[in-house]
Nanobody
Framework: QVQLVESGGGQVQAGDSLSLSCAFS????????MGWFRQAPGKEREFVAA????????IYTDSVKGRFTIARDNAKNTMSLQMDSLKTEDTAVYYC???????????????????WGPGTQVTVTS
């Protein structure tokens, strides 16, 4: 089965940058589209970004466009999320997720993803 582990979370100040990484194991990485979601305290989990199996297509939620960049390295079985110009409203637990049914497409819907990591905390202070 797929195992996902996020890393790179922490506490930073508004305007700073942070890079998250997601390590994938257990299956063939290229068989999966990947995504990042986040959940802030008291709020529902929300979509952040997604990438197809090849990395040729990406999609972002409007609030992070131009600030966040999703990428993947199929040789290393890893996915990343580069977060620049962080805002206090980016504070959340960030989760990586894998989707195997349509790896050539990006999905913004959490229930379409098959596997999830435990999450990593990102805290942005003013």
């Amino acid at each position: 089965q797929v195992q996902l582990v996020e890393s790179g979370g922490g506490q930073v100040q508004a305007g700073d940058s942070l890079s998250l990484s997601c390590a994938f194991s257990g299956r063939t990485f290229e068989d999966y589209a990947m995504g990042w979601f986040r959940q802030a305290p008291g709020k529902e989990r929300e979509f952040v970004a997604a990438i197809t199996w090849s990395g040729s297509s990406t999609i972002y939620t409007d609030s992070v466009k131009g600030r966040f960049t999703i990428a993947r390295d199929n040789a290393k079985n890893t996915m990343s999320l580069q977060m620049d110009s962080l805002k206090t409203e980016d504070t959340a637990v960030y989760y990586c997720a894998a989707e195997r049914h349509t790896p050539w497409l990006t999905s913004t819907i959490d229930y379409e993803y098959d596997a999830w990591g435990p999450g990593t905390q990102v805290t942005v202070t003013s």
